[in-house]
Nanobody, 120 residues
Framework: QVQLVESGGGLVQPGGSLRLSCAASGSGFTIYSMGWYRQAPGKQRELVATITITSGSSTNYADSVKGRFTISRDNAKNTVYLQMNSLKPEDTAVYYC????????????WGQGTQVTVSS
């Protein structure tokens, strides 16, 4: 069984920083890409950032977070990180870890989500 376990959410003031982590646990799988999506109340889930795992480390960011958020990976730990700087109230959302992963079949896997609240 494969699980994505997130950590690092919380409450931060505007202009502050947070670092999210997501580790893929289990065995016998190949990860192609990992990343983060977010969903604010009343809104659809949206892409935040993704990074390739198996070939290079190509990254993709939502325009709204470019220059403020940085995604990185540790392949040995099957872990992806999201460093979030200069946080704004509009970054408030539940952040979900995502993985394009193959164990027996290739699927999208999701974490349970971690709350990020930016407020003074």
């Amino acid at each position: 069984q494969v699980q994505l376990v997130e950590s690092g959410g919380g409450l931060v003031q505007p202009g502050g920083s947070l670092r999210l982590s997501c580790a893929a646990s289990g065995s016998g799988f190949t990860i192609y890409s990992m990343g983060w999506y977010r969903q604010a109340p009343g809104k659809q889930r949206e892409l935040v950032a993704t990074i390739t795992i198996t070939s290079g480390s190509s990254t993709n960011y939502a325009d709204s977070v470019k220059g403020r958020f940085t995604i990185s990976r540790d392949n040995a730990k099957n872990t992806v990180y999201l460093q979030m700087n200069s946080l704004k109230p509009e970054d408030t959302a539940v952040y979900y870890c995502w993985a394009d992963l193959k164990r027996f079949m290739r699927y999208d896997y999701w974490g349970q989500g971690t709350q990020v609240t930016v407020s003074s």
